[in-house]
């Protein structure tokens, strides 16, 4: 069975749990407790989720994915790489959706409480920052659909069709 590397399955499984968890700060943030400071370390987790995505990038350009199984019909490759380039996208465009309509407010950008990041020359009026505002506000619930499926996708070839899908990324 040929595997992803290491570097590779350390990345997916990093940037999938950092996902999950931003994506529960993010849908929950209101009601969770004022005092645990949950948008800046939500916005802390969304930049370190798009620096470790161009980090995944750069390392999938250079080092190739293991095959899907032949045996696995075409359109369901087509679908496979499908969700995987809206993942890509998805890990891009959403954290700096995030950074952009953070940018014009008072409140100052900061990488976990340790530094200051730089923000966006943009005003609240900007559409741009219009558009990022509702991009960010609906795509996480398409994402977490898409992530709903990937995950249900490889647990039906791991326990119905007994394939090495999910164990290439184990």
């Known amino acids: ?68 199984p032949g045996a696995m019909p075409g359109w369901e490759k087509g679908v496979a790489h499908a969700t995987h380039f809206l993942f890509y996208a998805f890990m891009l465009i959403l954290p700096l959706s995030g950074w952009i309509m953070t940018s014009p407010g008072a409140r100052p950008l900061t990488w976990f409480f340790l530094f200051d990041v730089p923000k966006f020359a943009v005003a609240k009026d900007d559409a741009i920052v219009g558009i990022s505002h509702e991009a960010h506000e609906i795509l996480p619930w398409i994402w977490a659909v898409l992530i709903l499926v990937h995950i249900g996708a490889a647990l039906r070839h791991h326990v119905m069709l007994k394939d090495d899908v999910l164990r290439r990324m184990l």
């Open 1 to 68: 069975m040929e595997r992803y590397n290491a570097v590779a399955r350390f990345l997916h499984w990093l940037i999938a749990l950092l996902i999950i968890v931003n994506l529960v700060f993010g849908f929950a943030h209101e009601a969770l407790p004022r005092d645990w400071a949950v948008m800046p370390v939500h916005k802390s987790i969304g930049l370190t989720v798009l620096a470790l995505t161009l980090v995944r990038l750069g390392w999938r350009a250079t080092h190739r994915a293991p095959a899907l």
